[in-house]
């Protein structure tokens, strides 16, 4: 059919079971008026055209859950280029995607949502991403990304959720990540992350979820005292790094705290509580504090706690 003069305005043809490449669907920018286009939950293959990036007033590209690989052309950071439209939502996560991200993404500065999980993109992640003042939503987690987090990633003052998990990024957290005001989620487990936590993530009032086990942090546990402003805070895993001292007395004014997850070194009031006892363990994340139990745990007497006497007895609170 001739689509000259682009009477379609939302083209969604999710989970159809369609098959084969769109490396040649180079005429979709003749489709002056699209602006929804849902081609996930299907079998597409091959490479994205870069003519996807003539698209002038397209709101929402959605490709997930297909097969394409290749590289994201740098052309989509095109999108829109005349200005009339905003692009809100792209959505490429669970392909094949291979590469580097194209820097040129970074021109879409109304973007609301990134999402680019679960492919084998590399590379470092663009500093031209702290730009998408807009952006709500990134989730780059289960790709190859290596390098450090922008240091001005608290530009993206908008972010409610940041998952950055299953990588290999290494350097340190960037304390401007304390200037992400509007964060829920912070999560960049199972990377390469090393140093201190910053007291800034003290500043993430509405942060419900912090999820950084299986790192190389290396700070004094201790001495994140910022963590008790995190009232709203639901679970904190910082389980498998290389931190040091104890649970910081702050943890006991997590009034919303349900899981805690750490390292045994960190459990000073545990000891205390199971004095000269086995610490029962709770499966794969070792030992689980919640905060009803804390006050009770850190008024605890015991001398010797490191005693062994009684390690093998029955437990018996003390």
Request: net charge neutral; glycine share 6%; hydrophobic share 35%.
């Amino acid at each position: 059919p001739d689509c000259k003069f682009g009477r379609i305005t939302a083209l969604t043809l999710r989970d159809n079971n369609l098959k084969g490449a769109i490396t040649n669907l180079t005429e979709i920018r003749e489709l002056n008026n699209l602006t929804w286009l849902d081609l996930s939950v299907n079998h597409i293959s091959g490479s994205l055209p870069a003519q996807l990036g003539n698209i002038q007033n397209i709101e929402v590209l959605n490709l997930a859950h297909n097969s394409l690989n290749s590289q994201i052309p740098s052309e989509l950071g095109q999108l829109n280029s005349n200005g009339f439209a905003n692009l809100n939502e792209l959505s490429l996560q669970n392909n094949r995607f291979q590469g580097t991200l194209p820097s040129e993404l970074g021109a879409l500065s109304r973007l609301r949502m990134l999402n680019a999980a679960q492919n084998e993109i590399g590379g470092t992640i663009p500093p031209q991403f702290t730009n998408l003042s807009d952006l709500q939503v990134m989730y780059f987690n289960a790709n190859l990304f290596n390098g450090s987090i922008p240091e001005q990633i608290g530009k993206l003052n908008a972010l409610r959720f940041l998952n950055l998990s299953d990588n290999a990024i290494s350097g340190t957290l960037p304390p401007s990540i304390g200037d992400l005001l509007n964060l829920n989620e912070l999560h960049a487990f199972q990377n390469q992350l090393r140093g201190s936590v910053p007291l800034e993530i003290g500043n993430l009032f509405p942060l419900r979820s912090l999820r950084l086990q299986d790192n190389v942090l290396d700070g004094n546990l201790t001495k994140l005292s910022t963590i008790g402003n995190l009232r709203k805070l639901v679970t904190l895993d910082l389980y498998n790094n290389q931190m040091y001292g104890e649970v910081p007395a702050a943890i006991q004014n997590l009034t919303s705290l349900v899981y805690l997850y750490l390292d045994d070194r960190h459990y000073k009031p545990l000891r205390q509580y199971y004095c000269r006892q086995r610490i029962p363990q709770n499966g794969k994340y070792s030992y689980r504090i919640v905060r009803e139990n804390y006050r009770q745990m850190v008024a605890s007497v015991c001398e010797d706690m490191h005693d062994t006497l009684y390690t093998f007895n029955p437990l018996q609170v003390s």
